[in-house]
């Protein structure tokens, strides 16, 4: 199976993933000198230099459980996106939330996930694949997704109340969430692998990379507040 590679071009970096021929994912690092004021957020001249020339889609996150099909270039209200035209990036930037990648074997059509707690709380990553197969007729268990960095449970300490709040929509919440003498942490990983295997995706090679704990390789809103962002890309190319 194929596994994610750093690739550096012009200064810039990016793990790269090709898990079938036609379908490419990305993701960026932090930059070695970051004195931009926008902090990483002017990707789209980045991904010129990795010959991506279409400017990607973007999403207006707003840790809603929204999904919307796209077809060209532009801004969607949408915490998850997905598209059947080739040679369209879709995009999501992250700083702790967890990014999901999804494909399928026939390579007619890739997706996007922005899944936060409140997104995984809603269960963002099921609505997704219930609108994939409503609108395109691709069943979950033709679905492939792939993780990319985010919080660890390693560092992702919530109060209380977040876990009340999961355990009354979730009959298997109390997994997710382990103690230690520090606290209460929240796996957000495992509990959208749960959703999505539940519903018959199959994983691929995952990034489980956590972006607290890898301070020189990715921004993280929990170790330090602010604009930096990391951003995921996928796109289907027609090779």
Same mark, same amino acid.
């Given at each position: $199976?194929?596994?994610? +590679?750093?690739?550096?071009? #012009?200064?810039?970096?990016?793990? =790269? ?6 379908? !490419? ?13 926008? =902090? ?5 001249? +980045? ?13 207006? +996150?707003? =840790? ?8 060209? *270039? @532009? ?5 998850? /996106?997905?598209?059947? +035209? ?8 992250? &700083? ?17 996930? =922005? ?20 609108? $395109? ?10 993780? @990319?960095?985010?919080?660890?449970? /390693? ?9 009340? &709040? ?7 919440? !109390?997994?997710?969430?382990?103690? #230690? ?9 495992? &509990? #959208?692998?749960?959703?999505? *295997? ?14 607290? /704990? ?9 170790? !330090?507040? @602010?604009?930096?962002? #990391? ?9």
């Amino acid at each position: $199976m194929a596994d994610w +590679q750093p690739v550096s071009r #012009n200064g810039l970096r990016f793990y =790269h993933l090709e898990p079938f021929l036609g379908i !490419e994912l990305w993701f960026s690092t932090r930059r070695g000198s970051d004195n931009d004021s926008d =902090h990483n957020m002017g990707i789209g001249d +980045q991904l010129v230099h990795f010959g991506i020339r279409t400017p990607p889609v973007s999403m207006n +996150q707003t =840790h809603s459980n929204t999904v919307g099909r796209v077809e060209r *270039s @532009g801004e969607v209200q949408a915490d998850a /996106c997905f598209t059947a +035209q080739a040679n369209l990036a879709l995009s999501v930037r992250v &700083a702790d939330c967890v990014p999901i990648f999804l494909w399928d074997g026939d390579n007619s059509f890739v997706g996007i996930v =922005h899944a936060g707690w409140r997104g995984t709380l809603t269960k963002i990553a099921l609505r997704f694949t219930e609108k994939v197969e409503k609108e $395109m007729g691709i069943e979950a268990h033709r679905l492939n997704y792939a993780l @990319g960095p985010s919080i660890g449970k /390693c560092c992702y300490k919530v109060g209380k109340e977040i876990l009340d &709040a999961f355990k009354q929509t979730w009959p298997e919440a !109390e997994r997710f969430f382990s103690r #230690n003498r520090d606290g209460l942490f929240l796996d957000l990983r495992a &509990a #959208n692998r749960f959703l999505l *295997s539940a519903a018959g995706a199959v994983e691929g090679k995952s990034l489980d990379l956590c972006t607290s /704990c890898e301070r020189k390789r990715f921004y993280s809103y929990r170790r !330090e507040p @602010g604009d930096g962002r #990391n951003w995921g890309f996928i796109i289907r190319t027609d090779k």
